[in-house]
């Protein structure tokens, strides 16, 4: 579910109390969680700007507008000397996994989504297992765990509107070339 405001968050968790009680490990965490919102973001942007399909255009609208909000949560967490420096590369990434299979149709668009989302969901669930460890950082946990209950729904409905069947070996193919992708840009963004 998305957050009704995250605005509230915002003045809630401040990022100045959040920053200073951060461990390094934690920050790095939050790094590659802010490349990737970034990179969400300009997914459905990809989309948005490519494909001319009413019922994915209004997934797409729905899903940016939750991924806008994920991005402000991390960014209120995350000071921005803090953040990625390869912000531009997560940002054209994010634009061509949407773009790219915008421009063959609904079902590649869904698929990708599918597996970017089930990256992300799994991403997510290592780190809170990690923060586990860190007690009185509970509320940036429960931040986290709403963030990954919306990748879920974000998932589930993607693949609800792939609908069945076997994708062809084309867009398997470019799912696994995604999801390598995703765990590459995890891993730079950890340290760069
Ligand atoms: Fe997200
Ligand atoms: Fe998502």
Redesign the pocket.
Known sequence: MMFDSPHSALTHFGSGFAIAALPQQVVSDLRTDHAG?TG?VCIYRGVLRFSPDPELRAFAQRHLA??QA?LLLVESWLPAKQRSHLLPVWRLAGFLTGALPALFGPRAVYATIEAVETF?HQHYDEQVRRLAAFPALATLRQTLLN?QG??AAHRNEAAAARGPGQPSVLLRAWCWMVDVGSKGAVTLSRHL
């Open positions: 919102e969400a939750t991924e994920h992300v963030c919306d990748e």
